[in-house]
């Protein structure tokens, strides 16, 4: 777990970007609800199962939602099935939210041998993002749904077997008419996937730093899909 909350150290710490007050204000629409790991669909996953042969309990998971009107959101991504949650994705990746990210992985992995994957901002803003796209050596996209895209992360998708430190980050966008707003969510579930872990928690100040980072990939993604 040692290595896994160093990745997160490294990562999450990026949300200092952003003045601590201005992101407190920007951010305060977004909430994490708890969710139980015995139901959810990531959890009882075959692809999951796959990559925790071992069974060990997830280090960190959570979820942060953010309900926008309908009346706010670009009306032809409403048109047709599948087009709003691309959209929010695309959103995640190409905003401002992953930019710092998204540099530092470019300076250390893009090479010829990861030419084929995404890491310009306007192929990442141009994207569907079908399953089997890999996105800066460090995501690759596992699991797509009208209203979901799920990609595994914790390493690189060249390394597609079992890896010590694993997760899996699902982006989501449900219209919920009668109640005239679309929901958004970011779902994480970082996790051991060699050996078996001995149950130690990522560290309280990992977690909150971790959180802070999701509320700005929020933040920025929605700009994608706003009016």
């Not at 040692?2 to 992101?23: I, W």
């Not at 579930?189 to 730093?209: D, N, R, Y």
């Amino acid at each position: 777990m040692a290595k896994l909350a160093g990745k997160f150290l490294a990562y999450t710490s990026l949300a200092g970007a952003v003045g601590f007050g201005g992101f407190l204000v920007r951010t305060r629409k977004s909430r994490f609800v708890p969710f139980s790991l015995a139901t959810d669909p990531i959890f009882t996953s075959d692809h999951f199962k796959k990559f925790n042969p071992n069974e060990n309990v997830p280090g960190l998971h959570d979820l942060c939602v953010r309900r926008v009107p309908l009346s706010q959101i670009r009306s032809e991504l409403l048109k047709e099935d599948g087009k709003l949650a691309e959209a929010f994705c695309a959103g995640v990746w190409s905003g401002f939210g992953y930019e710092i990210q998204r540099k530092y992985l470019e300076r250390k992995y893009r090479s010829h041998e990861t030419a084929h994957q995404l890491w310009d901002t306007p192929e990442l803003a141009k994207s569907t993002y079908p399953v089997g796209t890999q996105i800066t050596d460090h995501f690759e996209v596992i699991a797509k749904t009208p209203t979901s895209i799920a990609v595994r992360c914790g390493d690189s998708p060249r390394n597609s077997g079992v890896r010590a430190s694993d997760g899996v980050f699902e982006m989501t966008a449900v219209v919920k008419e009668s109640e005239g707003v679309a929901e958004f969510g970011l779902k994480s579930i970082f996790f051991q996937g060699e050996g078996k872990s001995e149950g130690a928690m990522v560290p309280s100040h990992i977690a909150f730093l971790h959180r802070l980072y999701t509320k700005l990939w929020m933040e920025f993604a929605l700009r994608n899909i706003l009016k």
